[in-house]
């Protein structure tokens, strides 16, 4: 069903057709850049924070980690993930396929500036089997309401 809401929601924004299905798995950054045949650091991965009761969505390149400081200075708050059973509760899909698109009303969505290390980036489409393959503008267009944060470091 996931897949489904992703797909929905990415048409309409016009960018139904970036979707892939890779034959293997896209679940973590390196099975979903062999799959998809990049760099692990052109995976757009999503991560999920409880801030409150507030869920949470940082996109951010492959392998970037979370800098505790940089988020605590941004956010005034620690960084907690939102525990693994809650994930697709609150956020509507599954640990695997988090992904930006078709997601509950309540969540923020967040870009860490850390994408634009890239042209290309290919978040999830909402299954371990799926990716979207998009230009840093085109995920601009696709998540119209987020904003640019500066919250990772590369390691």
Request: glycine share 6%; proline share 6%.
């Amino acid at each position: 069903m996931s897949l489904e809401r992703a797909t929905k929601y990415l048409k309409t924004r016009g960018l139904e057709t970036h979707i892939i299905i890779p034959e293997h798995s896209s679940a973590t950054v390196a099975e979903a850049a062999k799959a998809l045949g990049c760099e692990p650091g052109m995976i757009a991965k999503t991560l999920s924070f409880l801030q409150g009761e507030q869920p949470v969505l940082i996109l951010a390149e492959g392998m970037a980690r979370i800098d505790n400081a940089k988020y605590k200075a941004r956010f005034q708050k620690k960084a907690k993930m939102i525990p693994p059973e809650q994930v697709e509760i609150l956020i509507g899909h599954a640990i695997g396929g988090v992904c930006p698109f078709g997601v509950n009303d309540d969540v923020k969505i967040y870009l860490d500036e850390s994408l634009k290390l890239h042209e290309t980036v290919y978040p999830a489409a909402g299954t371990d089997h799926s990716a979207v393959r998009l230009t840093i503008p085109e995920l601009e267009h696709a998540c119209p309401t987020a904003e640019w944060i500066d919250v990772c470091k590369i390691e």
